[in-house]
């Protein structure tokens, strides 16, 4: 392959300012050694193939389920990541003395934090003003003298890194409370490495497993000591925090339970963990909660995602937080001037990565600079509350200027100002082509025993416009993979041993998990069954010759009111007006389709299942999530062509059967049958039961003419998918009798009532309860009672019409085992989803 020295071959309008400083052209325009493979590869490929992968990796992202959760967007939960396909390469060289730098700085933050919370040396020897220490919000005067075991305090930091005018890489800032985007990072790569596979082994690209083993590591080497195998758990916020997806992927990388604040609990001095089979001691909280929200009871008294009483376990050493609480007064950017002569303090050295030039206006010089100098610099509080950014001096009006020059005027204690410069650029795909932008660079480290260790590499972030200097995922900032490149091939890194005993730990299903994952499976099996239906309500609505046949129309009448049962859709096809209803029944349907506010409809039930899907998102795999998001899609698809009309949905529902199927049988086939796998199943099956009571109890309750009632039968078989399996076993005219015996009484049909009760008879057995106890639960209780009623049920009783015209007998028993599966779903609830409340231990 040609040597390529100049950009012109790939990129012939990639311009620079005069002065820009560009990662991948040097001063004379001509591409740096280290990008040179890289542009070759790119130009080979051509821009349009570039183009497909980028829309390949990002499809792959979207099957996958990353996501940032922008505050106020439409897009809300489901905002996709972004990801652009060239990433930011570093030389082996450079990263060495980015890397030596980054070290010394944790080491030095670690020491900083130790000092603040310990004897506080920094202050009485004012190497750290009290006020720009005492005025920030993060610092937590309530964990005064309270520390992790061992030498490290700050178990995880990340510090955002951006090329200066000078050519060298500052520091504009650190994140130390609970820092984001490590996640996200290895989702990057992963993507990367699939769509640009070759390229990316033979860039020799330094890989980031081994980061990972070190965290694991990490966080096992702060537990409390008498902790043989600690037990870990990542305390999130929950769904609607703008990084779950990372909370729920780390989590479930690591092998650590996903945890919300009420899934935890205080007792006797110690954190306990509220699964399934009774109390489990957590050991390390790996938070990404902000401290203040961490403990009610002595920090945000109106705090509902931490635990209450939780510092209280900290202080005795009961417990490690990682990072600790009141770490975020690390994030304080006023300390950033003072770190020089810190590190002369503590380390003796010189800092070897400099921060971006910060003037504190708590002292008098430093503010008058800052006044004078307000239209040149970026304007930051020492504590930034949410929803709070940087301010640019030059984007002010007169205006604005003087009345920002009076609020520092005021307070100038909690204020900074930073130098305003311009970043270096990188190359981003824009519309075809490629264009620089500026980029920021967040590098993250990790505490071993032995001292930090630096992810190699980091989460990009570019600009998405060209001069923006406001780069960060909330403004709409595009994320990039970042190479580091080696003088030799990397070799995978060899996963770290594991306990055997660890595998225990996997055991302790949160009770919260444990109710979204079975209103998964209950969702799930909603949405099949009411496409199945709705699929052959549409089939008989529009494809049957004889319409105008009063046999035709009164079977078609009674598929609809079973639709409006199954779904739950009330008063629907009930409704007391119901004649003009039945006799145009389009725009009904439509909306049993497509209504997402309606309770009950497909929407609906698609979007509820995908939001309790989301909540564990760490529980599935790549494929399940990759077969949940299709399902959204094609629900959204047909919820698009219902504008056009009913009859253009029909092929749409088949793809929507074909996925929903797929998710049962990756379900079945996929997942572990721990008690997750239980409860997603016990859902399913109790669903499948109900929707079936349901929809015979709608349709034979009352008797119609023999006709009417084939057709119907006809209709339900094809729903249930039985209509091949009543023909193989029967091999008879259809008949209501031999239909009961099947779909009621067959115990080896899966989609029969017997078949779900004797699944559910299983399940239950299985679920966790106090070993001391010989009787039965009460959920064994509530299906023995519909086993018996329908063991002893018979065909010809059942079928029997009464003096008031209809089939009471039929009626009235499926009405008890519609009962008692109902009052299964509430006895569930009770006995194990219950949040508020710890489950009882077991011994």
């Known amino acids: 392959m040609k040597t390529l020295s100049t950009p012109e071959a790939f990129a012939p309008g990639y311009r620079l300012d005069k002065g820009a400083h560009d990662e991948m052209l040097d001063e004379t325009g001509r591409v740096r050694p280290h990008w040179a493979h890289l542009m070759q590869a790119l130009q080979q490929l051509g821009p349009r193939e570039v183009g497909e992968r980028h829309q390949e990796a990002l499809r792959l992202l979207r099957e996958n389920g990353?996501?940032?959760?922008?505050?106020?967007?439409?897009?809300?939960?489901?905002?996709?990541?972004?990801?652009?396909?060239?990433?930011?390469?570093?030389?082996?060289?450079?990263w060495f003395d980015i890397e030596a730098g980054l070290l010394q700085r944790a080491e030095l933050l670690n020491l900083i934090l130790a000092d603040l919370y310990g004897p506080r040396q920094l202050i009485k020897k004012n190497l750290l003003p009290l006020e720009l220490i005492y005025n920030h919000g993060g610092f937590l005067r309530v964990c005064d003298q309270v520390s992790l075991p061992g030498q490290h305090q700050l178990v995880l930091c990340a510090a955002d890194l951006a090329r200066g005018p000078d050519k060298k890489m500052w520091v504009l800032g650190d994140r130390t409370q609970a820092p984001s985007g490590a996640g996200y990072a290895l989702e990057n790569r992963l993507a990367m490495s699939r769509v640009l596979p070759s390229l990316f082994r033979d860039t020799h690209v330094h890989r980031l497993a081994r980061f990972f083993q070190s965290l694991r590591a990490g966080l096992n080497a702060v537990a409390p000591g008498d902790a043989d195998t600690p037990r870990v758990v990542v305390l999130t916020p929950g769904p609607l925090n703008e990084t779950f997806f990372e909370h729920a992927y780390l989590a479930s990388y690591l092998g650590y339970p996903l945890v919300q604040g009420d899934d935890l609990t205080i007792r006797d001095g110690y954190v306990w963990l509220k699964s399934l089979v009774g109390l489990q001691r957590v050991d390390v909280i790996l938070r990404r909660v902000d401290d203040n929200y961490c403990d009610p009871l002595e920090l945000r008294e109106d705090s509902r995602l931490g635990v209450p009483g939780l510092l209280e376990v900290v202080r005795r050493g009961n417990v490690a937080i990682a990072n600790p609480l009141g770490s975020g007064i690390l994030e304080n950017p006023g300390i950033m001037p003072f770190l020089p002569g810190i590190a002369k303090y503590f380390l003796g050295q010189t800092l070897k990565l400099n921060s971006i030039a910060t003037w504190w206006c708590g002292q008098a010089r430093e503010l008058n600079y800052v006044l004078a100098n307000l239209e040149r610099l970026v304007i930051k509080p020492i504590y930034r509350?949410?929803?709070?950014?940087?301010?640019?001096?030059?984007?002010?009006?007169?205006?604005?200027?003087?009345?920002?020059?009076?609020?520092?005027?005021?307070?100038?204690?909690?204020?900074?100002?930073?130098?305003?410069?311009?970043?270096?650029?990188?190359?981003?795909?824009?519309?075809?082509?490629?264009?620089?932008?500026?980029?920021?660079?967040?590098?993250?480290?990790?505490?071993?025993?032995?001292?930090?260790?630096?992810?190699?590499?980091?989460?990009?972030?570019?600009?998405?416009?060209?001069?923006?200097?406001?780069?960060?995922?909330?403004?709409?900032?595009?994320?990039?993979?970042?190479?580091?490149?080696?003088?030799?091939?990397?070799?995978?890194?060899?996963?770290?041993?594991?306990?055997?005993?660890?595998?225990?730990?996997?055991?302790?299903?949160?009770?919260?998990?444990?109710?979204?994952?079975?209103?998964?499976?209950?969702?799930?099996?909603?949405?099949?069954?009411?496409?199945?239906?709705?699929?052959?309500?549409?089939?008989?609505?529009?494809?049957n010759p004889d319409r105008d046949s009063p046999d035709y129309q009164l079977s078609l009448e009674t598929l609809l009111r079973c639709v409006t049962s199954m779904t739950g859709t009330y008063p629907g096809f009930f409704a007391e007006d119901n004649?003009?209803?039945?006799?145009?029944?389009?725009?009904?349907?439509?909306?049993?389709?497509?209504?997402?506010?309606?309770?009950?409809?497909?929407?609906?039930?698609?979007?509820?299942?995908?939001?309790?899907?989301?909540?564990?998102?760490?529980?599935?795999?790549?494929?399940?999530?990759?077969?949940?998001?299709?399902?959204?899609?094609?629900?959204?698809?047909?919820?698009?062509?219902?504008?056009?009309?009913?009859?253009?949905?029909?092929?749409?529902?088949?793809?929507?059967?074909?996925?929903?199927?797929?998710?049962?049988?990756?379900?079945?086939?996929?997942?572990?049958?721990?008690?997750?796998?239980?409860?997603?199943?016990?859902?399913?099956?109790?669903?499948?039961g109900l929707q079936l009571v349901s929809v015979l109890r709608t349709a034979f309750a009352m008797p119609q003419s023999e006709a009417a009632e084939t057709r119907l039968l006809e209709s339900l078989l094809d729903t249930s998918d039985n209509l091949i399996c009543y023909r193989q076993h029967y091999r008879s005219n259809l008949e209501l009798a031999s239909f009961l015996e099947?779909?009621?009484?067959?115990?080896?049909?899966?989609?029969?009532?017997?078949?779900?009760?004797?699944?559910?008879?299983?399940?239950?057995?299985?679920?966790?309860?106090?070993?001391?106890?010989?009787?039965?639960?009460?959920?064994?209780?509530?299906?023995?009672?519909?086993?018996?009623?329908?063991?002893?049920?018979?065909?010809?009783?059942?079928?029997?019409?009464?003096?008031?015209?209809?089939?009471?007998?039929?009626?009235?028993?499926?009405?008890?085992?519609?009962?008692?599966?109902?009052?299964?779903?509430?006895?569930?609830?009770?006995?194990?989803?219950?949040h508020g409340d710890a489950p009882q231990s077991l011994s």
């Open 66 to 94: 990353v996501t940032y959760n922008v505050y106020d967007d439409p897009d809300g939960i489901n905002r996709p990541w972004q990801l652009d396909p060239i990433p930011l390469l570093l030389s082996g060289d450079e």
């Open 385 to 543: 509350k949410p929803g709070e950014r940087s301010v640019f001096g030059h984007q002010l009006s007169r205006a604005q200027l003087a009345d920002w020059r009076a609020r520092i005027k005021a307070r100038p204690a909690l204020y900074v100002g930073q130098e305003y410069e311009s970043f270096s650029t990188v190359p981003a795909l824009v519309a075809g082509g490629y264009e620089p932008r500026q980029t920021v660079l967040r590098c993250f480290m990790v505490a071993r025993a032995d001292g930090y260790t630096l992810m190699p590499g980091g989460l990009s972030r570019s600009a998405p416009q060209y001069g923006n200097m406001m780069i960060s995922n909330q403004t709409g900032g595009i994320s990039k993979d970042t190479w580091v490149v080696a003088t030799e091939p990397q070799h995978p890194a060899i996963p770290a041993k594991r306990s055997a005993s660890l595998a225990g730990h996997g055991n302790a299903l949160p009770s919260r998990a444990a109710d979204n994952i079975f209103w998964v499976g209950r969702n799930a099996e909603r949405a099949e069954g009411g496409v199945r239906l709705l699929r052959a309500t549409i089939k008989k609505l529009f494809s």
């Open 579 to 688: 004649e003009s209803l039945l006799q145009s029944p389009e725009a009904e349907l439509l909306a049993v389709v497509a209504d997402e506010s309606r309770a009950g409809s497909l929407a609906n039930t698609v979007n509820r299942m995908t939001q309790s899907g989301y909540a564990v998102r760490d529980l599935w795999s790549s494929d399940t999530w990759r077969v949940i998001d299709e399902i959204e899609e094609q629900v959204s698809e047909a919820r698009r062509l219902g504008k056009i009309g009913l009859w253009s949905m029909q092929e749409q529902m088949d793809q929507l059967i074909t996925t929903l199927s797929a998710f049962s049988g990756l379900v079945m086939e996929s997942m572990t049958r721990g008690n997750g796998w239980l409860f997603l199943d016990i859902g399913r099956r109790l669903e499948r």
């Open 742 to 834: 099947l779909l009621l009484m067959d115990p080896n049909n899966p989609r029969s009532l017997a078949y779900q009760i004797a699944r559910l008879q299983e399940h239950v057995g299985k679920l966790p309860r106090e070993p001391s106890t010989r009787r039965i639960s009460a959920e064994e209780r509530l299906l023995l009672e519909a086993s018996c009623l329908l063991n002893i049920a018979n065909i010809d009783d059942l079928l029997n019409v009464s003096e008031s015209g209809i089939r009471e007998a039929l009626d009235q028993q499926l009405s008890k085992i519609y009962a008692l599966l109902a009052a299964l779903s509430d006895t569930l609830t009770a006995n194990y989803f219950r």
